[in-house]
């Protein structure tokens, strides 16, 4: 199911019980009644279409088109939100497991076996925060420079920090791996089976949560970082500033500016049905132009889509109606 503005934020969890820990990083509170989650996100200064984003991206389990949501999201709002799941995995989830764990194993000196169990799932968490830490200190920095409208200078691209950032990832995968299999296959036979058996759930659950935040990072977040770092070179490349923080962060108000005369032309193209490489080719701009000037297009408008351009475009006069590509 894909959900729009206009659903009910109730639906998102009748529909996806996952979508509970979306919300709440994203600081949406319970107790949201029959609002929309367009009405939900306002009331607690989410920005909509980022939180749409994420909440499709789930749901879909990863299968969304990244390239499409990637163009929609505030790359300032994502990077809050996973910077709450870093605190909700390190501060929260993990020690609680930690503590179902000590319940339910025998943790006397006559059993070396539980010791072992524990220290491991210690070295695994140990793994994740050293991870998320990595995350907050570097790529979050280099990211929040790209906000900042500055292209930073101790690394040339976002994707020299991504490699390392993945190469995490998958390390995290395979200790939570082992972590399971030694429990299921060494948990020693005098320990609490029902409690172990319901920590074990618990370990499952989170390696599922941790997938797929590591999912979206690896894909959704790093597609959004690089479509901001191509608009931040380019501006830099031709000696001008950057607007970047602002249309990226939905807590700086944005005020409604006028068309220039390219980017009327660019919003013809568009609803001609030209591609950016096509358009970049009939204006005689770069592809990265286009896509400077099609942000900026959906800044000032609040018009993200090729259907919405075309309305904005007949009703404003910009192109008749017989020259539409419907």
Known sequence: MHFTENAHMSDLIHDDYRLLQVISRFGVSLGFGDQSVAAACKASGVDTATFLAVVNFIQSE????VDELAEEVSVAELMRYLQRSHAYFVDFRLPAIRRKLIEAIDCSAKNQITFLILKFYDEYAAEVQRHMEYENDHIHTYVQQLLDGKVPTKHTDYSVLAHQHQDNHSSINKSSHELKS???KYYP???DTQRLADTLMDIYIMEEDLFSHCHLEDTLFASAVHLLEIEVK?????GGTTDNATRRNPSVEVTSEELSERE???IRLVVRGLSNKEIAEKMFISANTVMTHRRNIARKTQIHSPAGLTIYAI???LINLEEVKL
């Open 62 to 65: 990863g299968r969304a088109s």
């Open 182 to 184: 030694i429990i299921v």
């Open 189 to 191: 036979s005098d320990s």
């Open 234 to 238: 380019a501006k830099a490349k031709e």
């Open 264 to 266: 009327k032309e660019v």
């Open 315 to 317: 009703v404003n006069g």
